[in-house]
């Protein structure tokens, strides 16, 4: 039977990869190395207790959180941990719920056995099924940092992002191989800020930089803008958590300011210097000829010329 399922998981994935794109001929997807620990375990919703698991839709976020294809724990557990709630909870295979320290208490687990769904994202991961949540504790994550700021100080810096210019937005990333929206460079820093991935691609001429996972930096010159909801890109940066440094598959694309003066070398600008150069040096060379054209004549020139002439008068006495 579960060999079964990987099967039709497989052909479903090659026909559609969720975004209108046949894939028969394209199987690469990006490895994702999402933060993720075990299940707490398979719950369901006791019988006239109020939904718990609507910390979204308190922030005013879409509830649940949906990934075209691409739900799996890794996504979800990152996703909440980055508003700073205690529980993430997957359901249907493809629904990410969040919760506070008390919403498992609007709950009862069940066997294992009712979180039947496999996740759209991942064929070995179970995502809830029709009524249960398969939930995880964000607190517990081996590798993620919790930001140190309040969620009203996120939500505030999250709203602010369009004040800034070089801002473009949040635009989703491919999940395909070779295909990432910015493909040019890359790089990973461990303490990632924005102004470090935009000098990182500046160096390299570049004109957009995105941030992705909080720790990961793309460069490009152009690209196809699929925006989403600025929310999506949920991931403070380690180096500085009052900025934002995108989300699972999601970039906070920068616009890359041009080199300053100081920095940049150009043709234009090595032209300019060459012609300077050689114009300054004609200068002095032609002030030194005028200096030598009109200095005064020195004494010992007067000396011999009055000599000479004396010589010249005794032998005409002589002659005479």
């Not at 906070?252 to 920095?263: F, G, K, R």
């Amino acid at each position: 039977m579960k060999a079964l399922l990987n099967i039709i998981y497989l052909v479903k994935r090659l026909i559609d990869d969720g975004y209108g794109n046949t894939t028969i001929f394209d199987v690469c997807y990006i490895p994702r190395s999402h933060p993720r620990n075990d299940p707490l375990g398979c719950y369901v919703r006791n019988v006239n207790s109020a939904e718990t698991f609507n910390g979204l839709a308190s922030l005013g976020f879409a509830d649940p959180q949906r990934a075209k294809n691409l739900m799996d724990p890794g996504f979800c557990v990152n996703y909440c941990g980055n508003y700073l709630f205690k529980y993430a909870a997957l359901g249907k295979g493809k629904d990410c719920r969040c919760g506070k320290d008390n919403s498992l208490a609007a709950y009862t687990e069940l066997n294992d056995t009712e979180c039947n769904i496999t996740c759209v994202g991942s064929k070995t991961d179970m995502c809830g099924g029709e009524e249960a949540y398969t939930v995880y504790d964000t607190s517990e994550l081996p590798s993620y940092k919790v930001p140190k700021i309040t969620i009203n100080e996120k939500l505030d810096i999250i709203h602010n992002l369009e004040n800034n210019p070089q801002y473009k937005g949040c635009i989703a990333d491919s999940p395909f191989c070779n295909r990432r929206t910015l493909n040019a460079a890359s790089e990973t820093f461990t303490n990632m800020t924005v102004d470090k991935c935009i000098d990182f691609c500046k160096k390299g001429g570049f004109n957009y930089t995105g941030l992705e996972m909080g720790t990961e930096c793309y460069c490009g010159n152009t690209y196809d803008p699929t925006n989403l909801k600025t929310e999506e890109c949920s991931t403070s940066c380690p180096g500085n958590n009052s900025q934002m440094c995108g989300g699972p598959l999601a970039l906070s694309v920068y616009e890359v300011p041009p080199l300053t003066s100081a920095h940049s070398v150009t043709p234009a600008s090595v032209l300019g210097l060459s012609v300077g150069l050689v114009a300054g040096f004609l200068l002095i060379c032609l002030g030194i000829w005028f200096y030598l054209r009109r200095r005064p004549k020195k004494q010992s020139d007067f000396s011999d010329e009055s000599c000479s002439s004396n010589i010249s008068s005794d032998d005409d006495k002589i002659n005479t």
